[in-house]
Antibody, heavy 117, light 112 residues
């Protein structure tokens, strides 16, 4: 079964750090662009970052540039999002997703990040 | 950044009736490969988004044929031929032509 499972969410203080992980299974992970999305409570969907299959290209939304880092380990079928200098506005459900030709056909179940003192 | 604008934002529909959602982009979504990088997603309450339509007009695997997408360039439409109770949720259009990938505001479909 093709599956993405996120983990690593939790409660963190403003200015703190958190590392999210996404475990992929059921497909050849190294063939696909991967992305992180997020959804703040009661809000719409927002793309956060993506990474090329070989990890050689990474893109970020402006609001997280310099604070978040996307990475992947193709040997472990794993995607990560290192989040530093967290702010209250980073509180959201974070989803990883697989894309093909610009279509995001596989999504994880999400992991909740809460930034609060 | 490409701005995506959806309408309406709220859509009450009687079961069995058709429904239509419009999505407009601030610039053309036509990729060099000839396909529009426009997708439609449905997010049901408490669930992850699910892909309905990709490349503006192609139904994703397992999506009922009552869902259809059309349009090209900057104007796109999602149509549901006969709404069913299970279609309730928030519908988003999304452009993936360039980063940052951006979404419309979402259209909340509810059953009358």
């Amino acid at each position: 079964e093709v599956q993405l499972v996120e983990s690593g969410g939790g409660l963190v203080q403003p200015g703190g750090s958190l590392r999210l992980s996404c475990a992929a299974s059921g497909f050849t992970f190294s063939n696909y662009w991967m992305s992180w999305f997020r959804q703040a409570p009661g809000k719409g969907l927002e793309w956060v970052a993506n990474i090329k299959p070989d990890g050689g290209e990474k893109n970020y939304v402006d609001s997280v540039k310099g604070r978040f880092t996307i990475s992947r380990d193709n040997a472990k079928n794993s995607l990560s999002l290192q989040m530093n200098s967290l702010r209250a506005e980073d509180s959201a459900v974070y989803y990883c997703a697989r894309s093909s030709g610009g279509a995001f056909e596989i999504w994880g179940q999400g992991t909740v990040v809460t930034v609060s003192s | 950044d490409i701005v995506m604008t959806q309408s309406p934002l709220s859509l009450p529909v009687t079961p069995g009736e058709p429904a239509s959602i419009s999505c407009r982009s601030s610039q053309s979504l036509l990729h060099s490969n000839g396909y529009n990088r426009l997708g439609w997603y449905l997010q049901k309450a408490g669930q992850s988004p699910q892909l309905l339509i990709y490349s503006a007009s192609n139904r994703a695997s397992g999506v009922p044929d009552r869902f259809s997408g059309s349009g090209s360039g900057t104007d796109f439409t999602l149509k549901i031929s006969r709404v069913e109770a299970e279609d309730v949720g928030v519908y988003y259009c999304m452009q993936a032509l360039q980063t940052p990938i951006t979404f419309g505001q979402g259209t909340r479909l509810e059953i009358k």
